[in-house]
């Protein structure tokens, strides 16, 4: 039938009940909230961490991420090199600390950049309606109809390789998706009575939409900041990994992961691959706890 | 059903004509033209300028933007795709060699993330807050952070080089056709390909799974004195599915783009391949070939989802 | 050789239950010691507000409680023909309850849109019950005879709608094919959960009317759960009315209507809007609301409610006074009570 242990559970509660033990204050509420969401503390403090280590970079090492030091190729980790050398000598624990700069950059920038972009033509466009909201709509099916790395690749070969090329074009094919999301959104925002309130005072079009009606989507917007931003950094690791993403003398973490391409290395010297692809999933799984926790204290419906 | 399907069809053609226009205007944007690639740098500097026009206009390089474009889509229609800067040969035959492969490998990631991440996505709802749902919740956690790269190059050191179970790269030993002796080659690179499908979805169908376990017509189907296995599968996970369902078309294009990497870590003689060593080169015919597939694979897989949907849910086709 | 017609016998028996709900970390008591019989060929109502705990003692005929729930004590049960079986102690999902569920005893639920499954057709869903009851039974016989239960139910052009799905229906259409799915194995009881809630006041009378035909042709005991007194005066035999996890008052009709015994009972009888008497008519609704659950009045539930309350009532609960035949009240002052009617 049911389990002992189901049935102790309740056993303890009822007493805890019946003692009057259970009832909440209004104080212990945001407690409750974070110790519900152990998982976003730990991502913050984890990205957090992270980002210290990359930003104040020089504090930690005192190599250059491209020195080349050829007397010194693919020594495994030691004393001075803590995580070793790679193929043309340079220090890898420099190359993870300064390579996260960049990939960091380009992963929240492009969040950013594409949110801009997104949030305000969904905006705009999800109030008004009409012919400016049915191009835009056309225009974002035409960019999700391509496998985004795939449409990223074109891009690239259309516009050369550098870093600040695939910002822009990351930004290109990122807004599509904040658009439809904020666009979703305004659609059902715009039916409350309070739009049609505002409507009739005659406010005009730009504040109704931007001051009025966006500050109540902001949570699944906050949401998709950060799920934008792991997604922007996986794919720029897997641009550089295949060499065809920022150009190689800058370091980004799928640059120092490149070199695994060869099996020789994948196999023999672990120290290339495996502590920044184990910096870089801790890094993402880190944004991921936090978006989740945000779309949990965003959700009302979300109960013990 | 007929015209629900030709509908959709129908509606595929402006999208694909536009997206025709547009890969068009990037094969333009390209630097470079044919003429510059066939003349090699160093022969540049002797031929003049009249010789290259000249060149040009047979190949009818000097034509408006517009008339060239509707040349290119008439070849296209009529099955000419160009040719590849490299090698010479022509577009259609190298896509005709490589895109079987892709097909095989994204079917079977696709098959695998599907029933595995379901399967589990329902045991985990079926186990609530057990142990085992626990654990799989960070295993998919893990697979919706981890690089696919990444989890291909572990992939390759545990089963490769370490176990030793499973070869390295390429599709198959040479003289091997039969599908189950090829077997060994695809498990891996499709089960790569599908993780973050299948942590996607198993998550997706323990959420579906617990939401209709939730709902009325579980209750009514326990009433009617139905064993537990019935009410789970029959009522709780056959409603569950059509979610599931749309989610796996909606990342359906994550699953071609991921191919592309995958192939070029496990050597997979695919259209990712392909399309990789063309971006190097700049073989533009290539490059803004594939592209334009992809994006009619990822439309046809969309249509086909959407026929799904219709025949899991009898609400949809009466809409 | 005709069956005895047994009407007025009990076939249902709850005595003493208490169930508790253990959900959101907390021990809310929904059932704090409820005692009733569900007698064949009778109608028993139990009405009351939302929250009052009446689908939960329907439920829990059913054994279809959630799982973080338990019932910590009393007793139900089922005085089949071939002895008594205690519900309360049998395994949950467990062979002996299944083969009850729809044989024995069968529930249909508030909203038929919901409660029907709506990936499958209607014959499907009836075939299920029959089936799950007769094993020998094929897809071709179950759909034969769903179509005669849907005929019997007044669905008009049963051969074509058995095939139909569930939102292709009207809702009067649906909660008849819930009911004719209920009654596919003629189970002694049926457990009706405010079945014309959620459908137009005149198709509740159609459906009012299909149960009462039941009662009366097939000698079906009822049990039905609604928080509209004008229903109870419609179709009721017995009455419970509940209140905060207890029945308050319990009696026939006859008792209940003319001649309520407990406040609470008396103010659900004034509060009825009367049909006809126009837009102007002095509506009374209770004063108050429903208590919390976790943050209950320390003596009788109904007190701070109550127009007939003494200082006795905020710190005692009362006991269940019988004031005659089976007409009982949980009230200090039910004579009070009585005297005002008179």
């Known amino acids: 039938m049911r389990s002992a242990s189901l049935n102790k559970k309740m056993d303890t509660l009822l007493r805890m009940e019946l003692a009057g033990e259970l009832s909440h204050s209004k104080k212990s509420r945001l407690l409750r909230k974070l110790h519900a969401n152990k998982l976003a503390v730990l991502g913050t403090a984890i990205f957090a961490v992270i980002l210290v280590l990359c930003v104040f970079a020089p504090i930690f090492t005192s190599y250059s991420s491209t020195d080349v030091d050829l007397r010194n190729r693919l020594t495994a980790p030691n004393s001075t090199h803590l995580m070793g050398t790679d193929q043309i000598g340079r220090d890898i624990l420099s190359r993870i600390l300064y390579g996260g700069r960049v990939s960091i950059l380009v992963g929240l920038g492009s969040a950013l950049g594409a949110t801009l972009i997104g949030v305000s033509l969904g905006t705009y466009a999800g109030y008004k309606g009409g012919f400016l909201d049915a191009t835009v709509m056309k225009v974002s099916e035409l960019f999700m109809s391509f496998p985004q790395i795939i449409l990223v690749l074109i891009l690239v070969t259309i516009t050369g390789q550098s870093l600040w090329n695939i910002i822009f074009i990351f930004v290109l094919t990122g807004w599509p998706s904040m658009y439809r999301m904020t666009r979703s959104q305004m659609l059902s925002i715009r039916e409350e009575e309070y739009v049609q309130a505002l409507r009739a005072f005659g406010i005009n079009d730009f504040l109704i939409p931007f001051k009025h009606m966006l500050p109540n989507a902001i949570g699944p917007i906050f949401v998709n900041i950060t799920l934008s931003t792991a997604m922007f950094i996986l794919q720029e690791s897997a641009l550089s990994f295949l060499g065809l993403g920022v150009p190689s003398n800058v370091a980004t973490w799928g640059n120092v992961l490149s070199p695994a391409q060869n099996l020789t290395i994948l196999r023999d010297n672990w120290w290339i691959w495996l502590p920044v692809g184990m910096v870089l999933t801790v890094f993402v799984l880190a944004i991921n706890f936090i978006g989740d926790g945000l779309r949990d204290a965003a959700d009302p419906t979300q109960l013990g | ?319 | 050789m005709k069956e005895a017609r047994e009407v007025g016998k009990t076939i249902i028996s709850v005595k003493d239950l208490n169930i508790n709900f253990y959900t959101n970390q907390r021990c809310n008591r929904v059932i704090n010691g409820v005692t009733f019989d569900i007698k064949k060929g009778k109608t028993l109502c139990v009405v009351g507000e939302s929250g009052c705990g009446k689908s939960v003692t329907a439920n829990a005929i059913m054994q279809l409680l959630p799982e973080l729930s338990r019932i910590e004590k009393g007793s139900i049960t089922y005085h089949a023909d071939s002895g008594d079986v205690r519900i309360d102690q049998l395994e949950k999902n467990g062979k002996e309850m299944r083969t009850l569920r729809g044989e024995d005893i069968a529930i249909i639920f508030q909203d038929p849109m919901t409660a029907l499954n709506p990936v499958y057709t209607i014959g499907f869903q009836i075939n299920e019950m029959l089936q799950a009851h007769d094993s020998r039974l094929g897809k071709k016989a179950a759909t034969t005879k769903s179509i005669g239960l849907l005929k019997d139910m007044g669905i008009p052009m049963p051969e074509q709608r058995v095939h139909e799905y569930p939102h292709q229906f009207s809702g009067g259409m649906r909660q008849r094919s819930m009911i004719a799915m209920a009654m596919a194995c003629a189970p002694k009881v049926l457990i009706a959960d405010e079945p014309t809630t959620a459908l137009d006041v005149s198709i509740q009378a159609q459906i009012f009317e299909l149960m009462e035909n039941l009662k009366t042709q097939r000698d079906t005991a009822i049990m039905l759960i609604t928080h509209d007194m004008g229903v109870v005066a419609e179709l009721a035999d017995e009455v419970a009315v509940m209140y905060m996890g207890n029945i308050v008052e319990f009696g026939t009709i006859e008792d209940v209507l003319n001649t309520p015994a407990h406040p609470y009972t008396k103010a659900l009888l004034k509060s009825i809007p009367i049909l006809g008497k126009g837009k102007q008519q002095k509506l009374d609704p209770i004063r108050g609301s429903t208590p919390d659950p976790f943050d209950r009045p320390p003596g009788c539930q109904f007190c701070p409610r109550c127009d007939y309350a003494v200082k006795k009532c905020e710190t005692e609960m009362p006991g269940e006074e019988v004031i005659g035949g089976v007409h009982r009240v949980m009230c200090f002052n039910y004579r009070e009570v009585l005297e005002n009617g008179k």
Not at chain 2, 32 to 38: I, L, P, R, T, Y
Not at chain 2, 77 to 95: H, R
Not at chain 2, 119 to 125: D, I, P, T
């Open chain 2, 1 to 319: 059903m007929i015209h629900y399907i030709t509908r959709k069809i129908l509606h595929l053609i402006p999208m694909l004509l536009v997206i025709s226009f547009l890969i068009y205007l990037g094969i333009e944007l390209m630097p470079g033209d044919a003429v510059d690639f066939m003349i090699s740098p160093d022969e540049m500097a002797t031929v003049s300028a009249e010789a290259l026009a000249q060149m040009r206009a047979t190949l009818g390089l000097d034509k408006p933007f517009i008339v060239r474009y509707f040349i290119w889509l008439g070849n296209l229609l009529k099955g000419d795709f160009g040719y590849s800067l490299q090698s010479g040969v022509a577009v259609s035959t190298l896509m005709a060699n490589t895109l079987p492969a892709t097909l095989e490998l994204s079917v079977a990631a696709l098959l695998f993330s599907t029933v595995v991440g379901s399967f589990l996505g329902v045991v985990s709802a079926l186990r609530k807050n057990s142990i085992a749902d626990n654990v799989l919740s960070v295993f998919g956690m893990i697979g919706v952070a981890i690089p696919q790269f990444l989890f291909g190059l572990i992939a390759i050191i545990i089963f490769v080089f370490r176990l030793g179970w499973l070869p390295v790269g390429g599709r198959m030993a040479p003289g091997q056709e039969a599908f189950l002796q090829r077997m060994e080659y695809l498990i891996l690179p499709a089960v790569v390909l599908g993780l973050a499908l299948t942590a996607g979805v198993m998550r997706y169908s323990r959420a579906s799974m617990l939401d209709s376990l939730n709902r009325d017509y579980v209750k009514t189907a326990r009433s009617k004195g139905l064993p537990e296995w019935r009410v789970n599968l029959v009522h709780g996970f056959r409603v569950a599915c059509t979610p599931v369902a749309v989610l796996i078309g909606f990342r359906l294009p994550m699953l071609i783009g991921g191919a592309v990497v995958i192939e070029q870590i496990f050597q997979w003689p695919g259209l990712g391949v392909m399309f990789l060593g063309a971006v190097r080169a700049q073989n533009t015919p290539i490059v803004m070939m594939v592209g334009f597939f992809s994006v009619l694979l990822v439309l046809l897989a969309s249509i086909i989802v959407d026929i799904l949907t219709a025949l899991l849910d009898p609400r949809v086709k009466f809409n």
